[in-house]
């Protein structure tokens, strides 16, 4: 454990393996990712309307995520220098928190937009 705070072992340009537990638990997250950029593929191309957009934002989010997952995962197994260092999978980790922070911003705002489509609807009933 005091390995993870030296300076080593987050930029070593020749790291070693990693451990299989991460590894599994790495591929079923990268899975998870692929999964649901597919469920929201498939809901943004049933549903339009209002959560469209939320859609869209979510496979965007999910298939990129799930993209660079594998590519780094890639560079880990096959032990390339410099593209296998650790400090890519926090900096995408780090990536990945704050892409969905903004993505629960715009999560929060669905009931102001609702709410702004029902007043258009209501004005666009007295206009002939």
Known sequence: MSNLLTLNF??????????????????????????????FKLLQAKKK????????????FFFTNFA???VLLFFSYEAIPYLSTRFFLIVWFIGV?????FILIRIKDVPKRKEQLDQAKEYQKYIP
């Open 97 to 101: 928190a704050v892409w969905l922070y």
């Open 10 to 39: 987050w930029f070593n340009f020749y790291p070693p393996a990693l451990s299989p537990l991460f590894v599994k638990i790495f591929l079923g997250i990268i899975a998870l990712f692929l999964f649901l950029a597919i469920v």
């Open 68 to 70: 660079i997952g594998a």
């Open 49 to 60: 309307g209002l959560y469209s957009f939320l859609y869209r934002k979510l496979v965007n």
